[in-house]
Each structure stands twice: as C-alpha cells, then as structure tokens.
C-alpha cells in the first residue's frame, strides 16, 4: 500500500510548527501504524534528514505513551484501541493521513507529534491515591467486596491514562480521566474514606492546571481506547456535589 | 579478585528474614532525610522502592525515561501475581512456592533469597487490596484465583488481562503521594548514563534529560538500579520499546558483577512473526494456557496443507490432532513451565508439523467454550483476545490462535547478594535488573511478586542497614571531580556517537545483532553457534562504530542518539551473554545447550560441575571479562531432575 503522509513538525516547544508532506511506498496491510512511521523514519535517515519524533513505548496498547492524531480523532479511525494497536488495513490504499499532536493548552508541544502530559501526573499527585504507607495493611481478605463493584471499578481503573478525552474534546476538558480515578476508588472500601477529599483535591487541581468544563458532549467515550464510560463523570459529579455540601454541614 | 560474599543470614531457612531484621541497623527517623537515596526506574521495583523509601522519610530523587512513572513496562505484565494466601485451600504453603520456584528455576537460585520471596508474597496482595488495586473477585465478594505454569495450586491473583496495569497504578499511587509530600523528587524523560563512584562506593548517577539534552549530575548516599530486563537485545521481544541494558551496563562497566546473563526466558505464548518491518512481538498471557489447549497437525501432509491455505485449523479432526503437552508431559499438560513449552513448540514446527508460516502452533479454545459458555472465555481473556483479532485480523472465538516463542525476561542480571547489594558497595539493584531469584527459568506470574517484594518489603530494611553507616556522611558536592570526570566521559561517548557520521542507521544494526542472537544465543545454543555469535557481534560492533548514521545533535530531543547509546550497549552484553551461555556446559532452564540433553530431547543439568551462579566481572574493553562462581548450596531442598511429567 502507498499513502501520503501530512505529518505536524515542529522543532520544539517554542518553535512554530507546520505541516510537512511526506510518502510512504509498499506497505504491507498487517503492518502496524506505528511500523509505518519507523519505515519513513529509516527512510528519512537514508536521505540524511530528520526523523519525526513520537512517543511509545509498549506498543500493545496499555502504557499510554502513544499519542497521535490522525485524521482528525485521537488515535486514528479505529474504536477502541491505541494508535500503536492500529493497522494500515484500517486504511485505503493511496490515501492521504494527516497526523497531529494532541492539541491542548495543558499538554503543550515537545517536539513534532511528543507533548508534556505532566498535567495528568499533577492530578494524581494533588489525590487520586489511597493513602495507605507500606506495611501494617489487614489481610487482603478481610473486607469482601461484591463481586459487581469490583468489576465497575475495574472498568474505571482500565485507564490508560493518555490523554485522548482532552484531545479530542472542544474543552479540553479532563473530566474523563479524574472521573475514572475518582470512581475507581469510591466503588471500592479501601477507597470510600477518603473519597470526599479525594474528588475535591483532583477536580480543584484539573481547574487549576487549565483544563476545560465538561459540556456532556461525550466525544471523550467515543474516542476512549480503553472504553472508558462517561456514566464516571455522574458518579463524579455526585461525590463532588456530596463532598461540597457535606463540607458546608461540617 | 572481589570474594562474591552471598551474606545469607544464620539460621533455619524458615527463620533467616526475620532473623536479619531483628539483627540489622536501622536510620533513626530524624537521620533519615539528611539521607539521599537514588531509585533509578520507576516500574514495580522502583516505583514500589521509592514510595517506600520516602515514607520512611528518606529523601528519594526517582527517574525514569518515559513521560510519566506510571508507564514503566511493568505496565504491561497481563496475567497475574503468585503469593501463597492459600485461598482455595489446596494446598499452598510457602515452603511450596518456594519449592516451586527454585524447582521451576532448574535449581540454579539462591534458596535464602527465593525462600524470603515466598515468604513475603502475601503481604504484597494485602498491600495491593489496601491501595485500591482491584483484583478480580468472585460472587463471594473474595479473591480469585487461577493457575500458573510450573505450579499444581492455584496462587494468581488478576486484574482481568492488565494485573501489571493496576499493580503499576497502585505503586504509582503510593509515589505521587510522597511526590505530593515532597519526600520523592521526580524525574521524568530522563535517562541515567553512567554510574559515579567516590572512593569506591556508589554515589551518584549522571543522566541525559532527553527533552533538553542536558547532562546533569545527581548525588545520593546509595543508588538503586530498577531498570528491567535487557531482552531487547534480541531486537525482537514482548518488552517495550523503550526497555534497555545501559543502566546494568554501565554499572557492570563500574565494577558490578553481571550473574548469569545467558539466561533468557522464551515465552511459549505469542503471536508469531508476521513480516522483517516487525518492532516487536505481542504475548497473549500465559494465563490462556488455562483455558487454551496447544496443538499442531499429527500428519505433516495436513500441517503443510493448513501453510498452504488449503485447509483450515477448524478442518482437522479430533483425532489427526496432536496436543503435544498434554501427550509428553501428561502431569502438567498445557500447564509445564515455560521453557518446556517453548521447546516443544520450536520441536514440533523444527519437525515440520508447524502452522502458519510453518514457525507457529495453534492454542485453542473450542472445548473450554464448549464446557465453560463463551461468555466465561470473555470475561476471563476478553481483552487479550481482541487485542489478538485487531493484530492478526481473525476471530480467536472460532479459529484457535496461532502463538510462537518469543524472548520475554531476563533471569540474568546485576549480582546482588541476599540484600540486593552489588558488588559495589551502596549500589543496589532490583526487580528484573537483578538475577537473584528465579534461576534458569522464571515461573509465571512471579516476576511481578519479586518486583513488588524487592521494592516495598526488601529493599526498606536492607538498605538501612547500609546507610546506617551513612549518616555522618553529609551530602556531597556534584562538583567533586568525580562527578565532573563522569559527566565528560558521557558527553565523549555521545559525541562520539554523533560524530561518526556513517550510512547505516541505529535499527539496521539492532536488527542485526538480534538476528545473530535469536540464531545462536536463543532457544537452542550450541558450542560451535556460540562461538560464531561471539565472532559475528564483535566484528558487528566495530561496524556500528564505523558506520551508524545518528541524524541531529546533542541538544533537544533525539531518539536516535538514544536508541544509539542503547544498541552500542547491547552489542557489548551480547557478547557476554553468548560468553556465559558457551561457558556454562550444561542444559537448565531457558538456557538449552543442544549438546546436553536426555534421549527424550529433555534438558540435562550437570549439577557436579554447574550448579553455580556465574558472577562476571569487566576486566577493560576489549578484554575477556573474568568469571567468579558463587557455588550454590541446597539445603532445604532435594535437588532432582525436573520432571512434569
Ligand atoms: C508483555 C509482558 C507481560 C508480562 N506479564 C507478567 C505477568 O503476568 N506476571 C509476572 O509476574 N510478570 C510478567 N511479566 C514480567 C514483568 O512485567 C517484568 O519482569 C517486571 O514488570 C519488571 O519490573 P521492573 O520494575 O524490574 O522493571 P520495569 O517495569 O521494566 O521498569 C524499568 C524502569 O526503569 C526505567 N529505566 C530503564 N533504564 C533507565 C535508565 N537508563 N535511566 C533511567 N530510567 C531507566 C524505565 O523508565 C522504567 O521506569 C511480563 C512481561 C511482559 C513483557
Ligand atoms: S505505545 Fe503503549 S499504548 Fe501505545
């Protein structure tokens, strides 16, 4: 297969960046996106030019690192997965793929298709924890949990964390990924005591750092490689609405 | 010549941990943050040693080379993680982890340190429950659990198919609470180059930040390397991208013994090879072999029929199917070890009865779906098995998977003695870094325990009781010449590597090198492909040196200058892999010498003359490193013939 490549370049942060228009010839169907861009990468260093930076690092879809926008939707055509998990076959022979950084106040430019997603790492530093130290914890056991409970905080906890919900939403908002977290610990026992100050420290430290409101579109669902369901958000919103007014009693 | 001191403690087996805790010294609290501490990486090992560490109130600087702590590869461990809480009351004790640990290691582990392993496995799960980690539960609202091969209990406890997802998570939890505190300091996209000794003991580390490209010097009262498997020297693995040997190597080069570092763990299950563009290989987690039954073709005429696409899996009888585990080793089945699974399957497609491109055998899961609902088979592996039908493009509920060996983990790595000490005084090294407790061969579900063991309950007491001789040292000045001499010599070495300016770039060598060790430092080794391998990556290195092309320069992010770094490495520890894997004379574990095995085609150890860890030391570039042996010595365990039968 032969596509023509419409790739964001920018040398770093401060620099201005521009489309640069580059082809690809004979790519095998099974082949993945992320094999592709290292064939033009070794093409390019062929021709004594420079390669097009992006992050990776599992390529199986669970660390998160990979983060490109093609086509106009974060992680490209296919629902469901990363970028790193996607292959050409998703794609029509000759055609025309335009790839972008995630594009957002909060996760600004490092260089060509790289951003600082540090943000989110604030987030959870600000409490998407269980305060627990090492040691001196009960037996693993000795709090059962029903079985339903764990399985939906499972589904929250799936995030992989990378960023896609505040691309491809119009505010740039990153309720999705605080929701999940939230949710994940306040489904479960271990969590629920601190799950008042939890979801006020998060959500008071996602306003700071810039990130937008949540408007219901649920772009961010839709383009959720991990299917990370918008029902975290309510259950967000109720915690928050529980935490203020229990805040005001107190 | 350094004498390899194991300092196993006194005492019964049963009672050395806890004998060494109530002997060791300990840092009293108002001591412990004028201490610094350096935990390089951040995966379960690191992430869980630094948390840990600055609880204790340590002052812990912590890097890592992704984005975020939190994408360490631990992230993407699938299946599970042994501990002997004996839930499902069958039998687990943890004598019998133990036992089968240093068994399914092929007797070539520590006893002490496995025995400590076990020992401490279940607190890692109620640690992990505590944090909010939400391992799968049964109606019951308790855990679950499944089987792993090498074990006849079931010990795992899961996270669906993500358990080193949301172990990763719960560490990472744990970090950015003391990162918030400001016990840990974080470095993120930072790359640690080169090891600094004073006066013979570790005390620093200097690091490229690979955003800015800037050198910067770190200093600490003691170092401790997590920085994962080497596996990628293969080109080919089922570790990420990113994963790499120069950390180890740079503090083998420094004087850290390297024990072992043939040993190789060759998974059974991943999706085969599917073309020379490949970056790397994807594993379906050996939790399928619950559930999946492994098999090829009995005639040759259907096998090579099915390779030429004129009949399919679903097509063969029942009975013209060979499900070769479960004919050869009827105890264990679809459940042996890893290496006795790999090696049936490169016998088999060796033999002409593969499928596929001929290098791969079908796992299948029509009789577990037939018995079990697909339902079952969903909520067990649902997610790995789309992640197969989006890789390989078939429906893995109707056709069985096609599956192959792929290189996985490293047994070998940085000697540590029974406090995870090196061989260099203050430097540590943990998790996959490390060698100490799997031997030949790592059982399943048990590299994610000794991560998570070495970093939250091992390394916070053994490390006291080398600082406890710290604290009259004050902190050091980063402008000692020690630490400026470290921060020239990297700057050299980049620009060195900048400055060859050849045709060829950094993965055409990769590829090369991986090629030359999957040939001959792979599945079957042997003395005449060893000592080629060892002639090929020599004369291969001083290609690369003359002729790797490195686009860019020194300043600002440059993948390729890091990728550079990494790949003069592996051309090094190659050659010492296939060293270590010439010297050894013997069959154990992942480490297969076709020249010594049984009639049945079964490993053969040769325990007179190998039941020994092989502890090198680098003795100058270009010299032969030299050789020590810490004899390994069974006390508490019949030493045997490994038999699954
Ligand atoms: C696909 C897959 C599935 C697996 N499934 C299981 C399983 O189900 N059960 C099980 O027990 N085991 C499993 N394993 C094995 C297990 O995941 C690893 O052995 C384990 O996670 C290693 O943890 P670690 O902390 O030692 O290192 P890693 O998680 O590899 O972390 C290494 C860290 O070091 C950092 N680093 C590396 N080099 C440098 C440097 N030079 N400078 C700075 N930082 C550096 C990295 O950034 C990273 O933070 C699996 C492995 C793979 C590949
Ligand atoms: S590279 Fe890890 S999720 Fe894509």
């Known amino acids: ?250 | 010549m350094t004498r390899l001191d194991s300092k196993i403690p006194e005492g019964p087996l049963a009672q050395k941990w806890s004998n060494y805790k109530s002997k060791q010294n300990l840092v009293n609290p108002a001591n412990k943050r004028k201490i610094d501490i350096i935990v390089v990486g951040t995966g379960l090992a690191g992430g869980a040693a630094a948390a840990s560490l600055g609880e204790l109130g340590f002052n812990v600087k912590n890097f890592c080379i992704q984005d975020s702590p939190r994408r360490a590869h631990s992230i993407a461990a699938q299946g599970g993680i042994n501990a002997t809480k004996n839930y499902p009351n069958d039998g687990d004790t943890v004598y019998r982890l133990f036992y089968d640990t240093i068994k399914g290691g092929d007797y070539r582990a520590r006893e002490a340190n496995v025995y400590r392993l076990a020992e401490v496995s279940s607190n890692i799960i109620d640690q992990c429950v505590a944090q909010g980690v939400p391992f799968a539960r049964e109606y019951s609202g308790l855990l679950d659990n499944r089987s792993f091969g090498g074990a006849l209990v079931s010990r795992t406890f899961y996270a669906r198919g993500q358990t080193g997802q949301q172990l990763l998570l719960g560490a990472y939890g744990a970090l950015s609470k003391e990162i918030k505190k400001g016990t840990v300091k974080m470095y993120t996209r930072s790359e640690m180059l080169d090891l600094v000794i004073i006066d013979g003991k570790a005390r620093g580390i200097i690091t490229r930040n690979v955003v800015t490209g800037e050198l910067e010097r770190h200093f600490a009262h003691a170092v401790v390397i997590a920085t994962g498997g080497y596996g990628n020297v293969f080109f080919l693995s089922t570790l990420a991208m990113n994963s790499n040997g120069t950390a180890a190597w740079t503090a083998y080069k420094k004087g850290a013994f390297f024990a072992n570092p043939s040993m190789v763990q060759i998974h059974p299950t991943c999706i085969p090879v599917h073309g020379d563009y490949q970056s790397k290989l994807t594993l379906m987690s050996e939790s399928l072999r619950n559930d999946g039954r492994i098999w090829v073709p009995k005639n040759k005429e259907d096998a090579e029929k099915i390779r030429k696409g004129e009949l399919k899996p679903n097509d063969i009888a029942e009975e013209n199917r060979d499900y070769y585990l479960e004919r050869r080793y009827p105890a264990f089945g679809n459940l042996v070890p890893r290496d006795v699974a790999s090696r049936a399957a490169k016998e088999r497609c060796d033999a002409g009865y593969g499928v596929g491109s001929g290098l791969a055998v079908y796992l299948d899961f029509k009789e577990s779906i037939g018995r079990l609902g697909k339902d079952v088979i969903e909520a067990r592996y649902g997610n790995l098995f789309q992640m197969y039908e989006k890789i390989v493009d078939d429906n893995p509920y109707e056709t069985p998977m096609m599956i192959y060996p792929a290189i996985h983990y490293n047994m070998g790595g940085i000697w540590v003695d029974y406090e995870l000490q090196t061989t260099i005084p203050n430097l540590f090294a943990a998790g996959e870094a490390n060698f100490s407790d799997h031997g030949a061969n790592r059982l399943g579900a048990s590299a994610l325990m000794q991560g998570l063991s070495d970093g939250y309950f091992v390394l916070p007491y053994t490390l006291q009781n080398c600082l406890s001789e710290e604290i009259r040292v004050p902190r050091m000045s980063n402008d000692l010449p020690e630490f400026v001499e470290a921060e020239n010599n990297v700057r050299e070495r980049l620009e060195g590597l900048l400055s060859i300016k050849g045709t060829k770039t950094v993965d055409h060598f990769h590829k090369r090198l991986g090629k030359i060790m999957w040939e001959h430092v792979g599945m079957g080794r042997n003395e005449e492909g060893l000592k080629k391998a060892i002639e090929q990556i020599k004369e291969l290195r001083q290609e690369f040196h003359k002729d790797v092309r490195i686009p860019g320069d020194m300043t600002g992010v440059n993948t390729e200058l890091e990728k550079a770094v990494r790949v003069s490495d592996f051309l090094e520890l190659g050659e010492l892999m296939a060293r270590d894997a010439l010297n050894r004379n013997e069959s154990c574990g992942g480490h297969f010498r076709e020249e010594y095995r049984t009639e049945e085609g079964e490993a053969m150890r040769n325990d007179d003359e190998y039941k020994y860890v092989a502890a090198w030391e680098f003795s100058g570039d270009d010299k032969e490193p030299v050789m020590h042996k810490e004899p390994l010595v069974f006390e508490n365990i019949e030493v045997k013939q490994r038999d699954y039968k």
């Open chain 1, 1 to 250: 297969m032969d596509f023509t490549l419409k790739i964001w370049k920018q040398a770093n942060s401060k620099a201005k960046g521009k489309f640069e228009t580059f082809k690809v010839k004979d790519i095998s169907a099974d082949c993945s996106f992320l094999e592709m861009l290292d064939i033009l990468n070794e093409d390019l260093i062929d021709k004594v030019q420079l390669p097009i930076n992006f992050d990776h690092d599992c390529r199986e879809g669970i660390c998160g690192m990979c983060s490109l926008y093609i086509n106009g939707r974060p992680h490209g055509p296919d629902q469901g997965i990363t970028v790193c998990q996607m292959h050409m076959r998703n794609f029509k022979n000759g055609s025309k793929i335009v790839i972008e950084p995630w594009r957002s106040k909060a996760f600004p430019v490092i260089k060509d298709l790289m951003v600082d997603r540090s943000a989110f790492d604030e987030i959870i530093q600000a409490g998407g924890y269980v305060s627990v130290t090492t040691g001196g914890v009960p037996d693993a056991n000795s709090i059962p949990i029903r079985k339903e409970l764990a399985d939906l905080s499972m589904d929250a906890a799936a995030c992989i964390g990378c960023g896609a919900c505040v691309a491809t939403c119009k505010n740039a908002s990153a309720m999705l990924f605080v929701s999940a977290k939230v949710s994940q610990f306040a489904l479960l026992p271990q969590g629920k005591v601190e799950a008042k100050r939890r979801v006020q420290a998060m959500v008071a430290k996602m306003d700071e750092l810039g990130f937008g409101n949540c408007t219901n579109t649920y772009a961010c669902e839709a383009e959720c490689p991990k299917n990370i369901s918008v029902s975290n958000i309510a259950r967000m919103n109720r915690e928050f609405l529980g935490a203020k007014l229990g805040a005001q009693k107190a």
